[in-house]
């Protein structure tokens, strides 16, 4: 999202945005011929333990442990 829709003050984030997703096209297209197959996961704003304890997040906002169950991924 970041690496398409600039935000002020947000330069560093658009940054790192653009840099993942150019790495995930470049990676796709290497790996294209292997089977491999290159998924990128963008995530919006999350519930984190510190905003949930400062009341702060949106009931849209996803969890951690919820995005955890549903990529399969364990959570760290």
Do not use: C, F
């Amino acid at each position: 999202m970041a690496a398409e829709k600039q935000s002020p003050m947000a330069g560093p984030v658009s940054m790192a945005a653009a840099a993942q997703k150019s790495l995930i096209l470049t990676l796709s297209k290497e790996l294209g011929n292997t089977g491999i197959q290159v998924h990128e996961l963008i995530l919006g704003p999350m519930k984190t333990r510190d905003r949930l304890k400062h009341g702060h997040g949106k009931p849209d906002w996803y969890l951690g442990e919820k995005t955890s169950v549903d990529t399969g991924q364990k959570a760290s």
